[in-house]
């Protein structure tokens, strides 16, 4: 039987296990990024290892996300995020250098190499055929001190893609397509792999959309073959060198296949409140817009800006939109800057951001009330614009390019009847190179002193599990809960390297009195316990979305399904992850429960099944957790800290 590209590439790292799907296995890294809402805390829990220097082959620490500095909180976290690169081996990103994704993309990803990231949309790397996997923090310090990274070694799924994408179609509506055929959910476990005739005509910039955005279907990673066209992205930045082939043997086997035929593709739109919920722009056409932002991690490389300043030449923004550019990177500015890109853009009227996430993640240009606002971004969960009524609608850039035209949800297509013929941005030969902003650690960093502000603290440590938890249902939620309705993101992001402080603002979006009454069920020496339903945790790595809700004493949550890194996230700080044996005893439970799962210490050893009692009703059901036996050590120690040091 022959082999697929992801299950070459994982069988060359797998340090423990086989290559099993379905099975837990473990993984070697071969390099690490960060960015700076997750990464303090990553290396605070690096420095809690004792570690001298990371042991990856390369480690990156980019800022790029709280580059917003209102208060002190921010640049005191860039301060100490430069000086724990310069002291363990870090190559340090500065603000202003761009997007994690689309500078590693451009500077470092390797063909054929695993890259573990602190942020979900790390697997744009598989756009040039690395297995890239977004993971919590904790999990990525390990892997920076020479651990392996577990997961379940996946059920891979062939996406065949034929034909040819028609002009004003993009590689978005491409990723918009398996969205709608796979939907947000049902899909922890696999990864998709891409192939057939159609794959040698997209680009890495375009191959890189669909691959950030298979994120949104909670698959671990996507991954595309390395062919002639990564070989030439790579030459086009400088790094030929770093090229491989890679392909699937003709007869390889996988656990599902499907085709895609490009040329059947429509322009399509992601509407509120989910990635998941899609429509033609045919079917939303003539709908007023306030807001269009073009950028973020998913659609800001020098292919995407100039297609859409091409479309914008000698055009003015509709003046009922507000429109926004982020370059992906500094890169990306410089190059569209030199080819005349930024001057055609600034003339239509558009503003120009920093190289950075920003509107992504609601930390700023956040629209008016009620505002309708098209985003080339890859996530539209309520509220996470920073305005709670706001309608996010996902497009692509040509999409979005149309509506800063007409100010309207208008079909690319269309544009044709004015005039305005499909502008084919090419790829350059080579990019205008420019890595000044990149900091590389000294070779004896012995003089180095770690930089610490008043915001921030040590990794909060947890408890062991009790013999029995006896706690109260702090908070009841519906289906498909992402991290954002967990724990926010925008103006709150500066204090994620102050657990208590963060902690706060749980559940903020949900309900506004979580954090109180969550207080008061810990302060009465109680277990905070939540409930939850189909697809708990989607989205965003952030790790804070397990780490605050640990702080404030919770030890299980209860819910119908969960994601991956979300899963693994709660198990490496001492929360387990259980599920209703049956979804019907979600029904049974609600807010204000007490709540006993007794014996679960010693029923969580001998791997056996979990009884949870509802005092409150007086009713029992069964649960069930889908833990290895590593996995059970550390939810018994109190998480993965604690379960090291059992191990040191």
């Not at 590693?104 to 744009?124: A, I, M, N, Q, V």
């Amino acid at each position: 039987m022959g082999k697929g590209i992801v299950q070459k590439i994982l069988e060359k790292h797998i340090v423990e296990g086989t290559w099993e799907p379905g099975k837990e296995i473990a993984i070697k890294i071969d390099q690490t990024l960060t960015q700076d809402a997750t990464g303090t805390m990553a290396y605070l829990q690096f420095e809690a290892m004792g570690t001298p220097k990371v042991k990856t082959e390369l480690s990156v620490s980019y800022v790029d996300h709280n580059t917003v500095q209102i208060g002190f909180e921010n640049a005191d976290d860039h301060k100490y995020l430069q000086s724990v690169a310069a002291k363990y081996g870090i190559i340090y990103s500065r603000a202003g250098n761009g997007i994690c994704h689309q500078v590693h993309l451009e500077r470092f990803g390797k063909p054929g190499k695993t890259l573990l990231g602190s942020d979900s949309h790390t697997p744009t790397g598989g756009g040039i055929g690395m297995v890239a996997i977004g993971a919590g923090g904790l999990d990525v310090a390990v892997a920076m001190a020479g651990g392996p990274f577990y997961l379940t070694c996946p059920n891979v799924i062939k996406v065949n893609l034929k034909g040819k994408l028609k002009p004003w179609v993009a590689a978005k509506d491409v990723v918009l397509k398996l969205l709608e055929i796979f939907t947000t959910k049902g899909n922890v476990g696999c990864v998709f792999e891409y192939g057939g005739e159609g794959v040698k005509t997209l680009s890495v910039p375009e191959r890189a959309t669909i691959t950030n955005m298979g994120a949104e279907c909670g698959v671990t990673t996507s991954v595309f073959p390395s062919d002639e066209t990564t070989k030439a992205f790579l030459k086009a930045q400088g790094r030929e060198k770093d090229w491989t082939e890679l392909k699937a043997d003709p007869n390889a086997e996988y656990f599902k296949e499907i085709e895609v035929d490009l040329s059947e593709i429509v322009p399509l739109t992601a509407y509120p409140h989910s990635p998941g919920n899609i429509k033609t722009v045919k079917e939303l056409e003539g709908m007023n817009v306030d807001q269009v932002c073009l950028g973020s991690c998913t659609n800001s490389s020098y292919k995407d800006l100039m297609t859409v300043a091409n479309i914008l030449k000698g055009k003015h923004a509709h003046p009922n939109v507000s429109f926004v550019i982020a370059p992906g990177s500094k890169q990306v500015l410089q190059n569209i800057t030199r080819d005349g890109g930024l001057t055609d853009l600034i003339a239509a009227g558009a503003r120009i951001a920093e190289s950075a996430c920003g509107f992504c993640i609601g930390n700023s240009q956040s629209p008016k009330s009620e505002a309708v606002s098209l985003r080339t971004s890859n996530r539209n969960f309520l509220g996470r614009s920073g305005t709670k009524n706001a309608n996010v609608y996902l497009v692509s850039p040509e999409t979005a390019a149309a509506a800063v035209i007409t100010g309207k949800m208008t079909d690319p297509r269309d544009l044709e009847k004015m005039g305005i013929s499909y502008p084919y941005a090419k790829m350059p030969e080579k990019f205008y190179l420019d890595d000044s902003m990149f900091i590389y650690p000294p070779e004896h960093p012995e003089h180095i002193k770690i930089y610490r502000g008043p915001n921030i603290g040590d990794p909060p440590a947890s408890l062991p599990m009790p013999e029995s938890i006896a706690g109260e249902v702090t908070i009841k939620v519906e289906d498909q809960i992402t991290t954002d309705h967990i724990i926010p993101a925008g103006a709150k992001m500066k204090y994620r390297s102050n657990v208590p402080k963060y902690s706060e603002f749980l559940f903020e979006v949900v309900d506004s009195k979580f954090y109180e009454r969550a207080k008061k069920i810990k302060e009465s020496g109680k277990a905070n316990i939540f409930v939850a339903g189909l697809s708990y945790g989607q989205g965003s790595s952030r790790e804070h979305a397990a780490l605050c809700p640990m702080y404030m004493g919770t030890k299980a949550v209860i819910a119908k399904s969960f994601e991956r890194i979300h899963t693994a996230n709660l198990i490496n700080f001492g929360i387990i992850p259980l599920t209703f044996r049956n979804e019907q005893d979600y029904t049974k439970i609600d807010q204000g429960d007490d709540i006993e799962i007794p014996d679960v210490k010693r029923v969580i050893g001998a791997g056996g099944m979990l009884k949870v009692k509802n005092k409150t009703k007086g009713i029992e059901f069964e649960v069930t957790y889908n833990l290895s036996d590593r996995q059970r050590e550390i939810i018994l120690a109190g998480g993965t800290l604690a379960y090291m040091k059992t191990k040191a």
